[in-house]
């Protein structure tokens, strides 16, 4: 029993050291594709609001980033159709009209 026990506890611990060594290399290319994608989520997100919000075709939309959030503080975009202007506050995927 004691042997069994050990025998597992050393395959466990080889399999923690392999995804150990396996998980940076992987991490920071998903994150990359994440902030990525996250991005064009946001901008795509605030189109479709603003599209609503200014009674204008989601094709006729500028989104620009104003302000890149910090930890503290939301990211603020604004959205332009025409001579129609809006801004939003973006925070861990939420939107809000400013």
Do not use: W
């Not at 004691?2 to 290399?25: D, F």
């Not at 989520?41 to 890149?68: G, Y």
């Amino acid at each position: 029993m004691k042997i069994a026990t050990l025998a597992l506890s050393v395959a466990l611990a080889g399999a923690c050291a392999h995804t150990e060594n396996q998980t940076p290399a992987a991490s920071s290319s998903s994150q990359t594709a994440t902030t990525t994608s996250k991005e064009s989520k946001t901008t795509l997100a605030i189109r479709k609001r603003a599209a609503f919000d200014l009674n204008c075709d989601e094709a006729q939309i500028h989104v620009s980033q104003l302000q890149q959030g910090t930890f503290l503080q939301a990211a603020s975009y604004g959205a332009v159709c025409g001579d129609k202007r809006i801004s939003y506050l973006e925070r861990m995927g939420t939107i809000i009209k400013q």
